[in-house]
């Protein structure tokens, strides 16, 4: 309660524009069906969505609307869209706190998408760096919804009236765009929504990099540099003994390249503090064997992750279960979308009925 408190004069003017929540603020995130999900959709997105769980009212949803942007074929999506179910459920996230759903069932934020894109900039949206980089990637399907991107993620936020949107920092920009398009629409018509913001509680947002020192972890791109959740043992420690190091230092307290550095911030999110210590004076003293290094690093990432995935395997095998979460999480979602609708549509003057 303490940080909710400190927040309490920011919240001010927001919470006039939230719905009845009893008094929790509104939180909203999202992840794509794309692949498995790995460290960097840990620590980036789902711990705090479990860290928030009991003090905000949560919707967490899988976008399967965005997937389809980069991974047209579908044949592996509803396995997809099961596994992010069970490895979220697995994570700690409950869904009978939260509203966990996916994103195709919930048709009204389809309508806030549409009523969006005219206040959306093509220019703009062309400059985006996430979409020059996708056409970089895939110069042979730059499709509008591409292009669309964040105003899809806007509408996913918006239509919750959401706050807080715990994000990793591959996302801050997005997060500005939404933020953008709030005051566009509550400056053009009347204030419905609050302006959104990237949250990791009072720290930076977080990016997770990959194990050979070039870019983050990624479900989709350098699978054999990302941990990912479901990875057996043998693998994670294959993936960590092969990660990238140099020759090592030879001047005491050197500068760390940035693959070291990496190597270490890994190994703060999974080993003891003690641990950590350890290796940072052995680099600062040039005792440092990387061998060990990595070692004592995969053994702390096989014990933070062999957990998740046994229990994320028995939730998914769980089909019944998991059509359950789906179907309650949509009931709680449409209701509070249909509840921003009808506002949006009143005060925009889309109302013809007296
Ligand atoms: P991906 O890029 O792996 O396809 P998504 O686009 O589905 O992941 O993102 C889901 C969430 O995970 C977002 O909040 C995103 O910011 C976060 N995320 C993804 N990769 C990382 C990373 N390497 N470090 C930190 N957060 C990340």
């Not at 994670?236 to 003994?241: A, H």
């Given at each position: 309660?303490h940080?909710?408190?400190?927040l309490?004069?920011t919240?001010?003017?927001?919470?006039?524009l939230q719905?009845e929540?009893?008094?929790?603020?509104i939180?909203m995130?999202?992840?794509r069906?794309?692949g498995?999900?790995?460290?960097?959709?840990?620590f980036?997105?789902?711990?705090?969505?479990?860290?928030?769980?009991?003090?905000?009212?949560?919707?967490?949803?899988?976008?399967?609307w965005?997937?389809?942007?980069?991974?047209p074929?579908t044949k592996?999506?509803r396995?997809?869209?099961?596994?992010?179910?069970?490895?979220?459920?697995a994570?700690?996230?409950d869904?009978?706190?939260?509203a966990?759903?996916?994103q195709?069932?919930?048709?009204e934020i389809a309508?806030l998408?549409?009523?969006?894109?005219?206040l959306a900039?093509?220019?703009?949206?062309?400059?985006?760096?996430t979409?020059k980089?996708?056409?970089?990637?895939?110069?042979?399907?730059v499709?509008?919804?591409?292009l669309?991107?964040?105003?899809?993620?806007?509408?996913?936020?918006?239509?919750?009236?959401a706050?807080?949107?715990p994000?990793?920092?591959?996302q801050?920009?997005h997060?500005?765009?939404?933020?953008n398009?709030?005051?566009?629409?509550?400056?053009?018509?009347?204030?419905?929504?609050p302006?959104?913001?990237?949250?990791?509680y009072?720290?930076?947002?977080?990016?997770?990099?990959?194990?050979d020192?070039?870019?983050?972890?990624?479900?989709?791109?350098?699978?054999y540099?990302?941990?990912y959740?479901s990875?057996?043992d043998?693998l994670?420690?294959?993936?960590?003994?092969k990660?990238?190091?140099d020759?090592g230092?030879?001047?005491k307290?050197?500068p760390?390249?940035v693959?070291?550095?990496?190597?270490?911030?890994?190994?703060?999110?999974?080993?003891?503090?003690?641990?950590?210590?350890h290796?940072?004076q052995?680099?600062?003293?040039?005792t440092i064997?990387y061998?060990d290094?990595?070692?004592a690093?995969?053994?702390?990432?096989v014990?933070?992750?062999s957990?998740i995935?046994?229990?994320?395997?028995?939730?998914?095998s769980?089909?019944?279960?998991?059509?359950?979460?789906?179907?309650?999480?949509?009931?709680?979602?449409r209701e509070?979308?249909?509840?921003?609708?009808?506002?949006?549509?009143?005060v925009?003057?889309m109302?013809?009925?007296t």
């Open positions: 309660m940080y909710l408190r400190a309490s004069l919240m001010e003017k927001s919470t006039t719905p929540t009893g008094g929790k603020p939180v995130s999202g992840i069906p794309t498995y999900l790995h460290l960097g959709n840990y980036g997105a789902v711990q705090n969505y479990v860290k928030m769980q009991d003090e905000f009212r949560c919707y967490f949803m899988v976008a399967d965005h997937a389809l942007t980069t991974h074929d592996e999506l396995n997809n869209i099961h596994r992010v179910l069970a490895e979220n459920i994570c700690g996230l869904p009978e706190k939260v966990l759903y996916c195709s069932h919930i048709p309508e998408y549409l009523l969006l894109n005219s900039y093509v220019g703009e949206l062309e400059k985006t760096p979409f980089d996708k056409v970089r990637l895939n110069p042979n399907n499709n509008a919804g591409l669309t991107y964040p105003v899809l993620m806007a509408a996913d936020i918006l239509i919750h009236r706050r807080f949107v994000v990793g920092k591959d801050e920009q997060l500005e765009i939404a933020r398009y709030a005051h566009r629409f509550n400056t053009r018509y009347e204030a419905v929504f302006e959104p913001e990237a949250f990791n009072h720290q930076e947002l977080i990016k997770i990099p990959s194990l020192g070039a870019g983050k972890m990624s479900k989709s791109e350098n699978q540099a990302t941990l959740l990875d057996d043998d994670i420690r294959k993936k960590v003994m990660s990238k190091t020759a230092p030879t001047e307290d050197s760390m390249p693959e070291i550095k990496n190597l270490f911030q890994l190994m703060q999110l999974v080993c003891t503090a003690e641990t950590t210590t290796f940072m052995a680099y600062n003293d040039c064997r061998g290094f990595k070692s690093l995969a053994e702390g990432m014990k933070f992750i957990p995935r046994e229990q994320a395997k028995s939730i998914q769980n089909k019944i279960y998991l059509e359950k979460v789906m179907r309650e999480g949509a009931e709680k979602s509070s979308a249909i509840k921003t609708l009808r506002e949006v549509r009143r925009s003057g109302n013809y009925f």
